[in-house]
């Protein structure tokens, strides 16, 4: 389907997809999703003859979507997302949506006077008619607006600056939320990989482009994406790893980004080098890209192990396909390299353990704690990385609540929207029932968007996973 195809088709080809199919009526059944809920009462009502889906239904079944990631089909994913970019592009992005999308700049005006911000939109009138004004629910629970960013932390700490030595380094990549929101987050990441020798840089970053991605806001994903990707690709050549504290922003770039880079003109002409050097031998020409190509040498990943596999080799040289992904105007080589090289920061902590390198000189942490493993975390196959961490700490006990299907329900800044709020309760009701059952002292989860919606919806404290480890370290120091 063209790309410039009206966005009800789209919509219409995933109903009609989903109804024919039907295998996701009884998988996501008992999940937290509400978009194939709508979509197959929808498609049900057409079937015994009802009235058709109409086009302002179809536009209110994408708002439904967060593009959470735990749906089995891409395709229906990339019709959605096609969708919501048509709805943008012909209709227009509201300027409150402009607004809320943008962390930055709202961080950046309310650290202008961060008291007289946080006192007027505290819960109250005032703040509940000012929340109004700007398009935010006025039951809707806003985070308290720090009074220094991690960035002005960062610098005095001289973290913009490149590190000067031989050892282990790695490029934080900090997302908007820790960046503006939740700068104690940023900090105890960066203590925690320099407690363990791990030299950090903090490079010139925007938004990782998820949550404008979400909005339909194609043009503004993709200047951001642009300036990353060039910025992420100078360090990822200068030997560092890149680190991600928030599991969407790792999703991204490991996923979302390099999607259909494989069948891109720049991997294709690494395939054909490789082909010329090895006679057209598959095998060798795996071999040698492996061995060669930095994109192929990095962290583990079935993507990659995909690659090189002589069909894989074979399929690309044939050229029948072309990068149709949402960043296939960005070179494929970069992208695969950033994705090659981009951690989650629970994966590369556990990975420091496997070899021996982490510090587990903890001080007692005597916390009953629940963790809950966020979408984007899940959809990285990363296994449960701080779980086997806060397994490490003495005092701790640390449970998981949440099944592979719950879902917070907030989908970033969809759930401030005044539309989309009771949405977002409604789709985390059924995690928060689990957590009241579960009945921690404390609440943990490394997604900084689920921390909102737990503080919205539950009166336990909420922290994320390296804030506990750093507190670990701490105690140890002050015995």
């Known amino acids: 389907m063209s790309p410039q195809a009206k966005p009800e088709s789209f919509v219409r080809q995933a109903v009609d997809r989903c109804a024919n199919c039907d295998w996701c009526r009884d998988y996501l059944k008992e999940s937290s999703c509400l978009f194939f809920r709508r979509l197959f009462r929808m498609s049900d009502r057409e079937k ?13 079944l994408t708002d439904l979507c967060n593009l959470c990631g735990i749906c089995p089909c891409v395709e229906i994913r990339t019709w959605v997302r096609q969708a919501k970019d048509g709805f943008v592009a012909r209709d227009g992005l509201p300027k409150v949506i402009r607004v809320l999308e943008d962390v930055r700049l709202q961080s950046k005006l309310a650290g202008l006077a961060p008291r007289l911000t946080n006192a007027l939109l505290a819960d109250g009138p005032i703040g509940r008619g000012i929340k109004r004004v700007i398009g935010i629910h006025p039951e809707r629970k806003l985070p308290v607006f720090p ?7 960062a ?22 939320t820790a960046r503006y929101l939740f700068p104690q987050v940023a900090q105890a990441t960066v203590e925690v990989l320099e407690r363990n020798g791990i030299a950090v840089y903090v490079p010139p970053q925007k938004c990782c482009g998820m949550p404008t991605m979400l909005e339909g806001d194609r043009d503004f994903t993709h200047r951001t994406a642009g300036f990353n990707i060039d910025e992420l690709t100078r360090v990822i050549d200068a030997g560092y790893d890149i680190v991600c504290s928030c599991p969407t922003c ?6 979302v980004l390099p999607a259909d880079a494989l069948t891109s003109p ?10 010329h050097a090895e006679g057209g031998d598959l095998v060798r020409m795996g071999e040698r890209l492996r061995r060669e190509e930095f994109a192929f040498n990095g962290r583990s990943d079935p993507m990659f192990e995909r690659a090189t596999q002589p069909s894989m080799l074979r399929f690309v040289r044939n050229g029948l396909m072309r990068d149709r992904g949402y960043f296939g105007a960005f070179d494929g080589m970069q992208r695969l390299r950033i994705a090659s ?3 989650d920061l629970g994966e590369y902590l556990l990975r420091l353990d496997a070899e021996g390198k982490l510090d587990r000189r903890f001080g007692a942490v005597p916390e009953r704690m629940a963790y809950f493993a966020p979408c984007h975390q899940r959809e990285q196959d990363i296994g449960q990385p701080w779980q086997k961490l806060m397994a490490l700490l003495p005092g701790a006990t640390t449970g998981r609540v949440g099944e592979p299907l719950d879902c917070c329900g907030l989908g970033g800044i969809m759930g401030f929207k005044k539309k989309f709020h009771p949405t977002s309760v409604a789709i985390g009701r059924r995690l928060m029932r689990k957590v009241e059952k579960a009945a921690p002292e404390k609440l943990l989860t490394d997604c900084l968007s689920c921390r909102l919606q737990f503080n919205q919806m539950l009166p336990q404290p909420v922290a994320h996973p390296v804030e506990i480890l750093n507190a670990a370290y701490q105690a140890a120091k002050e015995k």
């Open 48 to 60: 015994r003859g009802g009235r058709a889906i109409t086009n302002v239904e179809m536009e209110k």
């Open 147 to 153: 009074r220094q960013s991690f960035d002005i932390w």
């Open 155 to 176: 610098r005095k700490r001289g973290l913009h600056e490149e590190p000067v030595g031989d050892g282990p380094k790695v490029a934080y990549f900090t997302g908007c």
């Open 250 to 255: 790792g999703y991204f770039y490991k996923s």
């Open 266 to 275: 720049g991997y294709r002409a690494s395939v054909e080098s490789a082909a």
């Open 341 to 343: 090289r981009t951690y």
